[in-house]
């Protein structure tokens, strides 16, 4: 049975950060906006992100600008309130497998020929830029980025939705699969998985690694390059870490609350394919990075998982952006990023722009869904 329409400006689908920064940005253009979402909040990847704010390393110009760019909306929401403990910006220290130093180095030669902010340092020295680290698990240099920082993901959202809700959003949760409605090559709503139908001028695909199965019922073809990754969350420990780490054996970043958010690529083979679809993380597997994130810290704290999460990670087949109104379907709009918390605020921004407008903005133009049929 078809539950009776609902009527909106626009339907978006997607409860992580893409999805509800750009509700947010439309609400405050003066659009009515209904989010929908299969589960609850940030139950996808924006719950199971390492969500450290970077440009580090090397990527197209047109994806550094963006990145950049994003990094600058969170100063501006950082500078509203720095006492927020799920965003702060203390810097990224990065260093590669010993006798491997020209990788740092090669890193760093690349960073400042663009004027990202970027130190080459000696162990000796990390100690006076940034604290907390064992200077020992450094066998060669390091890369010190001073502007780098992190965001808690489930607690930027949750910080978005207060004003979603009092902008008067209306969220519907918990609503299954849900699909893309159209006629005539237009989209005009979202149907839900119990029938339910959310009529709509627009619609905004913004559901993670989902995103290219859900527009592919409409002849789009995005390439889907999402791997199947974890993050784990230790139970509070005795450290004075402040920067984003990103070493060869565990990344790790400060988390609210004195814990610390841990991941890496090394265990992915080992992540298990349940018969449901789902995923799990053999318990060794999880012990093993919190010792390896152990040996970072200055004093060797014992760490301790409290809590770990798995899933697939977002990133489009050519690993750059997708962004923009699809030509074979109008009237509906993708959000597929790899860099979801680095371009989170941007793109929610940009996105309304163009739904709010009608105009392309110039900064999403490389990053069109179409560059992958054309291909």
Known sequence: ????????????????????????????????????????????????????????????????SLRVAGIDRYRTLFAADPTR??????GGLFWAPAGEARKAEARHEYEQSHGYDSMLVKPEQIAALTPGIDATAVADVAVFN????????????????????????TLITDAGKSRVLAQDGKAWGIGTEDGTVH?????????????????????????????????????PADHKLKAVLNTPRAAARPNPGGTLALDHGWYEEQIVEEANGSFSLPEDVVQELTEEASRLLDGNPQLTPASWKVGRKPIPGDGEPVFG???????????????????????????????????????????????????
């Open 199 to 235: 009529a709509a001028g627009q619609v905004v695909v913004a559901c993670g690694a989902a995103t290219p199965a859900v527009v592919a019922e409409h002849g789009v073809y995005i390439a889907d390059g999402s791997p199947v990754s974890a993050l784990v969350i230790t139970e």
């Open 85 to 90: 403990e799920w965003l702060q910006f203390d």
């Open 325 to 375: 109104e699809l030509e074979k379907l109008t009237g509906c709009y993708v959000a597929f990023s790899h860099s979801g918390a680095t371009v989170g605020l941007i793109a929610g921004e940009l996105l309304s722009f163009e739904i709010l407008s009608g105009q392309k903005h110039p900064m999403l133009a490389t990053f069109r869904p179409e560059r992958f049929s054309r291909s």
């Open 146 to 169: 001073p502007g780098e920082g992190w965001v808690s993901l489930p607690h930027l959202v949750e910080h978005l939705m207060e004003e979603f809700r009092a902008l008067g959003g």
């Open 1 to 64: 049975m078809i539950s009776p329409k609902t009527e909106t400006d626009v339907a978006v689908l997607g409860g992580g950060i893409l999805g509800v920064s750009t509700a947010v940005h439309l609400l405050r253009g003066g659009a009515s906006v209904v989010l929908i979402t299969e589960s609850t909040l940030a139950s996808g990847a924006t719950g199971r992100s390492l969500s450290w704010l970077n440009s580090a390393g090397k990527r197209s110009d047109a994806y550094h």
